[in-house]
Nanobody, 126 residues
Framework: QVQLVDSGGGLVQAGGSLRLSCTASGRTFSSYAVGWFRQAPGKEREFVARINRSGSNTYYADSVKGRFTISRDNAKNTVYLQMNSLKPEDTAVYYC???????????????????WGQGTQVTVSS
């Protein structure tokens, strides 16, 4: 019942910044956690960041910690991923996803999330 639309990707030089957005519909937005994943060509989809229902707790992959910030505005039904100091290895398709059952454990696994955005391309040039 939850539908997610992610956007904000584009082409940026190394060291630059982008902000991705994920807008949801179909269920009370504050009732579920949201994660960001990314997938580069030839690689498995990997965890990037997660934010809980209220926005009080966040988690990050070691590869992006200190550079990326996840946040949410429940009044706007939107989760954001602010990406700073981008590197060429950040190049991937980025997906937002909803953890509708709020399992909590294994938050970095794709199987935890039941609804996914369509993906937005982020390309970082060297």
């Amino acid at each position: 019942q939850v539908q997610l639309v992610d956007s904000g990707g584009g082409l940026v030089q190394a060291g630059g910044s982008l902000r991705l957005s994920c807008t949801a519909s179909g269920r009370t937005f504050s009732s579920y956690a949201v994660g960001w994943f990314r997938q580069a060509p030839g690689k498995e989809r990997e965890f990037v960041a997660r934010i809980n229902r209220s926005g009080s707790n966040t988690y990050y992959a070691d590869s992006v910690k200190g550079r990326f910030t996840i946040s949410r505005d429940n009044a706007k039904n939107t989760v954001y991923l602010q990406m700073n100091s981008l590197k060429p290895e950040d190049t991937a398709v980025y997906y937002c996803a909803a953890d509708l059952h709020y399992s909590g454990s294994y938050y970095d696994q794709t199987t935890v999330y039941e609804a996914w955005g369509q993906g937005t391309q982020v390309t970082v040039s060297s």
